[in-house]
């Protein structure tokens, strides 16, 4: 709830016209442009093409297989306190233009956000740039964004639905941990684990959401 409250309340931000533009035309701009931006919150979204190594037990635990080379957009916020909302504008006003050329890219899932069990200290989080595969993506024009492209990694996860906050990945993270140990799997990275989300928060049902443990 409090995510979809700071969405609205920073709408009018996020699509801020220049402060000439007569009434009129400033008026136009703006019911289209928010048009927009709430028809990318209903859209389908792209994502990362990937690879079933296998699944695991009885459950839908599942060891994938992500190709190298992949282009995201990240960035770090050092006081959690604030929050994930900030770091997440930060990079949806990057999709949304504030790059060199003014690049409209579109929205992808999953948000990737890297967590350290147990802590409430800096966060990152990465949106997926699909059409920069092979190209290199707009530089932004935000200094606190990064260009990075992922290695090729093996990740173990499973689908979780609902709303998550702090405490309810960290407990998915752990149970996913004790599942993947009683079915002898050791070979994962227990220190971190990515936390992924696939769904605007306009979606009230048939949530994704997903833990990703590395495989080592």
């Known amino acids: 709830m409090k995510f979809l409250l700071l969405l609205i309340l920073n709408l009018g931000l996020a699509l801020a016209a220049p402060a000439q533009e007569e009434p009129a035309s400033y008026l136009g701009n703006l019911v289209s442009r928010a048009t927009e931006f709430v028809s990318d919150f209903f859209s389908e979204y792209d994502e990362p093409a990937y690879k079933v190594v296998r699944t695991i037990g009885d459950s839908q635990v599942e060891e994938r297989k992500y190709p190298g080379g992949l282009a995201w957009a990240c960035t770090d916020e050092e006081n959690a306190a604030n929050g994930d909302e900030n770091i997440f504008w930060r990079l949806f ?61 093996n990740i173990y996860t499973r689908r979780v639905g609902g709303y998550m906050d702090d405490a309810d990945w960290d407990y998915e993270f752990n149970s996913l941990k004790t599942f993947l140990k009683a079915n002898n799997v050791a070979d994962f990275n227990e220190d971190k684990y990515y936390a992924n989300g696939y769904d605007s928060p306009m979606m009230f049902y048939n949530r994704r959401n997903e833990v990703w443990v590395t495989k080592e």
């Open 93 to 153: 006003q990057y999709i949304q233009g504030q790059n060199e050329g003014g690049v409209k890219i579109a929205m992808t899932t999953p948000v990737k956000m890297e967590r350290f069990p147990g802590e409430k200290g800096e966060r990152n989080m990465c949106f997926y740039l699909k059409p920069y595969t092979d190209q290199e993506p707009p530089a932004p024009t935000n200094a606190k964004i990064s260009i990075v492209r992922s290695p090729e990694m």
